[in-house]
């Protein structure tokens, strides 16, 4: 019998659950401040959490379902309820209104909720949207059209994994919204235990992404390093016209250069080969191929309703041990005296004066950070989650908004940390089904350290080599004024690649030398061997030399 993931998460969920008797959910009932939002999904959650019916070319858009309910995987409370994404491959859209608006202005954002990947996540999101407010009202037209002002959470399909957060600015110039994405974010955490995602801006625009209560991201708004939320001081004249003398050829032809008399520039590529001749078992009297007499045309066979008869042909068998047969050609060679169509020489063209850019004027949309706030946002009406994932299960839980940091911090570890510490315990109880893997369950477990440093290393390198990459580009369209106004990136990334060559020079030439020194030091052992050898043969050859002359001596004498 073959089983698939979901079958093996379930077996898996049935197991665990039957070996250890989950404790009473307690909903958290410590009272908020009055301008925060929490979402812990009981029964009445109907009542405020409506599903998109929002349609495409008469057609629903957002075919996938949800249901509130416990967990099926590492399930650490009985009754604890969260909202699940119940349907495989299919885009889930689901939204509810605040029960008054949010005005960050002057304060700080938290947005913080728990997550579960029961089936693991292999492609798909589970961000979490806030919307603008003013949205539909009954929530039943939610789609990706509605506006919002962040979004927030996991995304991974493939190779690419990370948690978004999305700026959606309002442009008071252009009365238009435009996104900006953090550059460089960090991975997610893909496992099957709860992870609690959190945000926060404050006031004086720096932003922090927490995952299980670490930081795994911080920056500022303002950052280049973070944010494009800030335009060019300067950019491009749109009205400036390149002038019509101007020479942005650097290379010509030569005038000067004459195309020599001897140059032919008739002469083919290819030519007979002289030389070749026909082999004399090469018969052009009997052709290569011949109608195969076996497969001779139907009697019943009309050309007029059947079409043309193409007579089957096979190779003739009086060629059979033959060079060819048919008539012979000569092979061709390559022409010596070819030389193909003849062009002057390029030279530097005197006149050339670069390439034309036109001119920078000042941006009129530039603003100065000094007056500007982006972490007041746009006030927000509603909180959506508008996905599209091939995994079901996905489990959404105990979702804050609010000012308070402390607020969110109590609410993680009232929940989120009692929850997580028996999820793992239920994983260290159990033994691993066959055929499942259990590293991704075990990350938090038994490698939550290294899982830790790995994700903050890669991600570390990673966002060096985006911000070099961005570098370049700007370095490669505009040389001079990216150096004049960013000289500490140029100093940056300069000492970092100098360093970074330095250290591989450094250890290469440290291991060849080691390399050298271990080989001239074993010549030397054989050297030195050798000669021992030849000493010690030396000496035995002396003593036989010897003992001859004394028998020598001996013999005369008698």
């Not at 509130?68 to 885009?91: C, H, M, Q």
């Not at 959506?384 to 908004?401: A, P, Q, R, S």
């Not at 109590?410 to 055929?435: A, Q, R, V, Y």
């Not at 100093?491 to 080989?519: P, Q, R």
Request: glycine share 6%; proline share 6%.
């Amino acid at each position: 019998m073959i089983l698939n993931y979901s079958t093996l998460y379930s077996i898996l969920a049935v197991f665990t659950i039957s070996s250890y008797a989950g404790k009473t959910f307690k909903p958290y009932n410590e009272e908020l401040t009055p301008d925060s939002y929490f979402e812990q999904f009981d029964n009445s959650w109907k009542s405020r959490w409506i599903p998109s019916k929002a349609t495409k070319d008469d057609k629903l858009s957002y075919e996938g379902k949800w249901e509130v309910e416990e967990s099926i995987v590492l399930r650490a409370y009985d009754k604890d309820l969260g909202l699940v994404t119940k349907t495989e491959a299919a885009l889930h859209a689901i939204s509810a209104k605040l029960p008054h608006t949010f005005d960050n202005t002057n304060n700080t954002l938290v947005l913080q909720y728990e997550v579960k990947f029961q089936n693991g996540l292999n492609c798909g999101g589970a961000y979490i949207k806030l919307l603008a407010d003013g949205f539909e009202d009954d929530g039943e037209h939610f789609s990706d059209k509605t506006p919002y002002v962040v979004m927030f959470g996991p995304d991974k399909c493939g190779g690419d994994n990370k948690v978004h957060f999305i700026l959606n600015l309002l442009n008071k110039e252009k009365n238009t919204f435009e996104e900006h994405q953090l550059l460089n974010p960090p991975m997610a955490k893909l496992t099957q235990a709860t992870s609690l995602y959190t945000l926060i801006i404050e006031p004086n625009q720096d932003f922090q992404i927490r995952i299980n209560g670490d930081i795994v991201r911080s920056g500022n708004l303002f950052h280049f390093f973070d944010f494009d939320t800030i335009p060019p001081r300067e950019i491009p004249d749109e009205n400036d016209v390149k002038p019509k003398n101007w020479v942005d050829d650097n290379f010509i032809p030569d005038p000067n250069d004459v195309k020599p008399d001897d140059w032919d520039e008739d002469a083919p590529y290819w030519v007979d080969d002289l030389n070749a001749v026909k082999p004399d078992t090469w018969n052009e009297e009997e052709p290569l191929e011949i109608p195969d007499p076996d497969h001779p045309k139907p009697e019943d066979w009309d050309d007029e309703e059947d079409g043309v008869w193409n007579q089957k042909m096979i190779r003739n068998p009086k060629c059979k041990g033959l060079n060819g047969c048919g008539k012979w050609i000569r092979p061709k060679i390559k022409n010596k005296n070819y030389k193909g169509k003849w062009k002057p020489k390029m030279i530097s063209n005197p006149k050339y004066k670069g390439e034309w850019k036109p001119r920078l004027i000042p941006n009129p949309h530039y603003h100065n950070k000094d007056n500007l706030k982006i972490s007041n946002l746009s006030p927000i009406g509603g909180i959506g989650i508008e996905i599209w994932t091939m995994d079901k299960n996905i489990l959404f839980d105990n979702i804050y908004l609010g000012h308070s940091i402390d607020e969110a911090e109590k609410i993680g570890n009232s929940t989120f940390l009692p929850k997580l510490e028996i999820e793992l315990e239920l994983l260290n109880d159990n033994e691993p089904i066959d055929n499942i893997d259990t590293d991704q369950l075990k990350t938090y477990h038994s490698n939550g350290i290294l899982s830790g440093i790995n994700d903050y290393i890669f991600s570390q390198i990673a966002s060096f080599i985006e911000d070099l990459q961005i570098y370049v580009v700007d370095a490669i369209e505009k040389p001079l004024e990216t150096l004049l106004q960013r000289p500490g990136e140029a100093f940056f990334f300069s000492s970092i690649i100098v360093t970074t060559c330095g250290v591989i020079i450094g250890f290469w030439t440290v291991l060849i030398n080691i390399s050298l020194l271990l080989f001239r030091r074993l010549i030397d052992s054989k050297e030195t061997k050798i000669n021992k050898q030849k000493a010690t043969s030396a000496k035995k050859s002396s003593g036989k030399a010897s003992s001859f002359k004394r028998n020598k001596t001996k013999a005369n004498k008698r």
